[in-house]
T-cell receptor, first 116, second 111 residues
Framework: GAVVSQHPSWVICKSGTSVKIECRSL??????MFWYRQFPKQSLMLMAT?????????EQGVEKDKFLINHASLTLSTLTVTSAHPEDSSFYIC????????????FGPGTRLTVL | SQQGEEDPQALSIQEGENATMNCSYK?????LQWYRQNSGRGLVHLIL?????REKHSGRLRVTLDTSKKSSSLLITASRAADTASYFC???????????FGGGTRVLVKP
């Protein structure tokens, strides 16, 4: 149980295009989902917290107009990187917190984005 | 900014040896968690220790927490090649809050 999937697992796109990444909780409902970015050999940096049915809360320094987050249901959150540039190339990881819990987060396998 | 700093950044040991890594943090916490990440993969939760706990065990893992020093350690005993991964600590300042990750320790276990 407590499986989180991400799609796609990797994507290559041209500079200036937009890319959507999906994060799904497969066997539980998640009121809160988190989006992280991880550069090679570095730690995870929280980008935003996504609550179902409300606007995402972005961390300082993260452009909300560039990284659009939608959490339309209790099992799906999406991250759209708009007008992607090579510096957006990174590993994007989501996590989901099951409804009714406070300390648990289950992580997705990550999405490798390469912007040419 | 990152809450935690991990030490060492990298560790290379022989199979069967113990691996110890440390995590320091700056503010008060509700709990501290340790995660493992295999190269290019997502994170796997290893263990959670609450602020009122001092030590916790799970299989070959032993975690300690010293809130007076704002530090934690993760010990992997009798390491195996499959333990090769990056290990991250993450702090949760309040129940239901967001996690802040440390810089990670890259562990290489040589067979």
């Amino acid at each position: 149980g407590a499986v989180v999937s991400q799609h796609p697992s990797w994507v290559i796109c041209k500079s200036g295009t937009s890319v959507k990444i999906e994060c799904r909780s497969l066997d539980f409902q998640a009121t809160t989902m988190f989006w992280y970015r991880q550069f090679p050999k570095q730690s995870l940096m929280l980008m935003a917290t996504s609550n179902e049915g409300s606007k995402a809360t972005y961390e300082q320094g993260v452009e909300k107009d560039k990284f659009l987050i939608n959490h339309a249901s209790l099992t799906l959150s999406t991250l759209t990187v708009t007008s992607a540039h090579p510096e957006d190339s990174s590993f994007y990881i989501c996590s989901a917190r099951p409804r009714g819990t406070y300390n648990e987060q289950f992580f997705g396998p990550g999405t490798r984005l390469t912007v040419l | 900014s990152q809450q935690g700093e991990e030490d060492p950044q990298a560790l290379s040991i022989q199979e069967g040896e113990n691996a110890t890594m440390n995590c320091s943090y700056k503010t008060s916490i509700n709990n501290l968690q340790w995660y493992r990440q295999n190269s290019g993969r997502g994170l796997v939760h290893l263990i959670l220790i609450r602020s009122n706990e001092r030590e916790k065990h799970s299989g070959r893992l032993r975690v300690t927490l010293d809130t007076s020093k704002k530090s934690s350690s993760l010990l992997i005993t009798a390491s195996r090649a499959a333990d090769t991964a990056s290990y991250f600590c993450a702090t949760d300042k309040a129940a239901g809050n967001k996690l802040t990750f440390g810089g990670g320790t890259r562990v290489l276990v040589k067979p």
